[in-house]
Structure formats: structure tokens, C-alpha cells
């Protein structure tokens, strides 16, 4: 009986990835995150989604401590990654930002080249023993990052002077590359044409097999097309959260139907 009661748990265990629980956020005397409460699961895609300012970038950020860089920013509640306190002092952020990776809206690949932008996170984590480990990881971080093919001849050449989706992909490449646990993204295609968008969107697809991915966006379309479960935000409230397609047929909460419905936002 206590056995089965282990396996159980474990199996549920096995689910969840990230359990949130009465996180605050605030910046200075402004308080943008009330005491949300999640828990998102492994190998699918959570889409954060709500009107401008409700708050989806700032508990993105709670995910891996980026708002640890800003001054003003004060996080509480409890964050576990795994089980584990990810705000426990004992944890390096550095070391969690390689587990739970991240890309932003605007492109940012450093100012190195292809290749450098894409070893340097196996680089400072050690994840190569030999040249011959980290070319292979550069390689299948393009290969899935869907820019190999455009890439492989001019890996000697700086990052930046690639096109705006090709940067994006290569941002994705950089963060996949330390084969992180949890993928990040803030609107990462809000930079994009629609043939880059339908690039990265495939990828993040393609994403889920390996790993959590969690997406900021603006586009509902984006929203339903590419994730499991949907997280609604309003005024720093998380109103509401469920599968994908309850969120946006069948949503419980009147202030995401008028959301969803193109009222408010
Ligand atoms: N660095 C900061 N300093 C002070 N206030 C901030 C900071 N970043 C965000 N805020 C405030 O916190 C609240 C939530 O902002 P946040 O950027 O998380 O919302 P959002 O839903 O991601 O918005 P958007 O969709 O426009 O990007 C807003 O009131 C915003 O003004």
C-alpha cells in the first residue's frame, strides 16, 4: 500500500517541472505580480498570454531569477525547479540560467562569431572535454535551432551580421546548446517576418520532445498553435490556466472570454 502510494507520487512528480506557489513580484512600491501560483509541466509548451503589462515577462523572469538583475525588483513565494528551491541561497543562478535557458524578444547574439556565440555557454559550463565535443554540440545546437544548412560555411563569421530570424535562431542555438531543462521565451518571434515566425515556431514543436518550453506572447494565434497549456494574465492576477484549447473555446473565467473575444487588451 505505502509502495504504491511512492509510485504514485512519482509519477506525478515526473509531470511537473516548475511548481510556483504564492509568488509576488514587486518593483519598488508597485506590486506586478500577486500571488500566483502554477505548476508547468514537462515536455510541452505553456504559453503566458494578457494584456500589455499584466505582468507575463515579469513571472517569466521569476522562472530563472532574471530578476535578480534588476535593482528594483523583489521576488517572494516559492519557486521549485524539480522539486528543488530555485531561490534556496545555495543555488547559483548562473548555474540555473543553464538549466532553465532563455531568449528574448529582440535578437542579442554577442558580438562574436556564429560559432562563439553557440560554444560559449558549453564553454563556461564545461560541457566539451575536446574541441572535436564542442564542435559536435555547435553543430546539433544549429542543426535543431534550424540554421545549419544557412550557416555551417560561415561559422567563422560574426553573429550579427546574420538576418533578424536567422539572429533569432542562432539566440535559440546559444540557449539550447548548454541542453537546458526549461526553454524560456519572451515573444521571441515579435521581431520576425512570418517565415521566420513559422521557423521558430516549428522549432519550438520540435522542442517539446526534449524539454519545457515556456512562451510570452502577444499573438493568440501563436498562443493556440503552438502550446499544450495556457496561462491568462490580467493586472498581475493569473486568472486563468488550462489546456490550450478549454483556454480558447471554453474559457471559465468572464474576463478571459473577453480577452480571448478581443474586449480587453
Ligand atoms: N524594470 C522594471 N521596473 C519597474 N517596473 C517594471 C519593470 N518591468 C516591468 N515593470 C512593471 O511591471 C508591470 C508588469 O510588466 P511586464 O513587462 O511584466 O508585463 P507584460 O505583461 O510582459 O507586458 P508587455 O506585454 O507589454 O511586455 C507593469 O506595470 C510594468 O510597468
Given at each position: 500500500?505505502?509502495?504504491?502510494?511512492?509510485?504514485?507520487?512519482?509519477?506525478?512528480?515526473?509531470?511537473?517541472?516548475?511548481?510556483?506557489?504564492?509568488?509576488?513580484?514587486?518593483?519598488?512600491?508597485?506590486?506586478?505580480?500577486?500571488?500566483?501560483?502554477?505548476?508547468?509541466?514537462?515536455?510541452?509548451?505553456?504559453?503566458?498570454?494578457?494584456?500589455?503589462?499584466?505582468?507575463?515577462?515579469?513571472?517569466?523572469?521569476?522562472?530563472?531569477?532574471?530578476?535578480?538583475?534588476?535593482?528594483?525588483?523583489?521576488?517572494?513565494?516559492?519557486?521549485?525547479?524539480?522539486?528543488?528551491?530555485?531561490?534556496?541561497?545555495?543555488?547559483?543562478?548562473?548555474?540555473?540560467?543553464?538549466?532553465?535557458?532563455?531568449?528574448?524578444?529582440?535578437?542579442?547574439?554577442?558580438?562574436?562569431?556564429?560559432?562563439?556565440?553557440?560554444?560559449?555557454?558549453?564553454?563556461?559550463?564545461?560541457?566539451?572535454?575536446?574541441?572535436?565535443?564542442?564542435?559536435?554540440?555547435?553543430?546539433?545546437?544549429?542543426?535543431?535551432?534550424?540554421?545549419w544548412n544557412e550557416a555551417k560555411d560561415r561559422l567563422l563569421q560574426p553573429g550579427t551580421g546574420l538576418s533578424g530570424g536567422q539572429q533569432q535562431r542562432l539566440c535559440i542555438a546559444?540557449?539550447?546548446?548548454?541542453?537546458?531543462?526549461?526553454?524560456?521565451?519572451?515573444?521571441?518571434?515579435?521581431?520576425?517576418?512570418?517565415?521566420?515566425?513559422?521557423?521558430?515556431?516549428?522549432?519550438?514543436?520540435?522542442?517539446?520532445?526534449?524539454?519545457?518550453?515556456?512562451?510570452?506572447?502577444?499573438?493568440?494565434?501563436?498562443?493556440?498553435?503552438?502550446?499544450?497549456?495556457?496561462?491568462?494574465?490580467?493586472?498581475?492576477?493569473?486568472?486563468?490556466?488550462?489546456?490550450?484549447?478549454?483556454?480558447?473555446?471554453?474559457?471559465?473565467?468572464?474576463?478571459?472570454?473577453?480577452?480571448?473575444?478581443?474586449?480587453?487588451?
Amino acid at each position: 500500500m505505502n509502495d504504491m502510494r511512492i509510485l504514485e507520487r512519482q509519477v506525478e512528480n515526473n509531470e511537473i517541472k516548475i511548481s510556483a506557489r504564492d509568488v509576488q513580484v514587486y518593483y519598488g512600491a508597485t506590486h506586478a505580480i500577486k500571488d500566483v501560483a502554477i505548476d508547468i509541466r514537462d515536455k510541452m509548451v505553456t504559453a503566458f498570454i494578457g494584456p500589455s503589462g499584466c505582468g507575463k515577462s515579469t513571472f517569466l523572469r521569476t522562472l530563472n531569477r532574471m530578476n535578480d538583475t534588476i535593482d528594483i525588483a523583489r521576488v517572494e513565494g516559492r519557486i521549485e525547479l524539480d522539486g528543488q528551491d530555485i531561490y534556496d541561497p545555495k543555488v547559483d543562478p548562473v548555474q540555473l540560467r543553464a538549466r532553465v535557458g532563455m531568449v528574448f524578444q529582440k535578437p542579442n547574439p554577442f558580438p562574436k562569431s556564429i560559432y562563439d556565440n553557440v560554444a560559449y555557454g558549453p564553454r563556461i559550463h564545461g560541457l566539451a572535454r575536446n574541441k572535436a565535443e564542442l564542435d559536435e554540440i555547435v553543430e546539433s545546437s544549429l542543426r535543431r535551432a534550424a540554421l545549419w544548412n544557412e550557416a555551417k560555411d560561415r561559422l567563422l563569421q560574426p553573429g550579427t551580421g546574420l538576418s533578424g530570424g536567422q539572429q533569432q535562431r542562432l539566440c535559440i542555438a546559444r540557449a539550447i546548446a548548454t541542453r537546458p531543462e526549461v526553454l524560456l521565451m519572451d515573444e521571441p518571434c515579435s521581431a520576425l517576418d512570418p517565415i521566420a515566425t513559422a521557423q521558430v515556431e516549428e522549432l519550438i514543436d520540435d522542442l517539446r520532445s526534449q524539454f519545457s518550453v515556456v512562451i510570452v506572447t502577444h499573438s493568440m494565434q501563436q498562443a493556440a498553435r503552438v502550446s499544450q497549456r495556457t496561462a491568462f494574465f490580467h493586472l498581475g492576477n493569473l486568472v486563468e490556466y488550462g489546456e490550450t484549447g478549454q483556454i480558447f473555446t471554453n474559457p471559465r473565467d468572464p474576463r478571459t472570454e473577453s480577452y480571448i473575444s478581443g474586449r480587453i487588451g
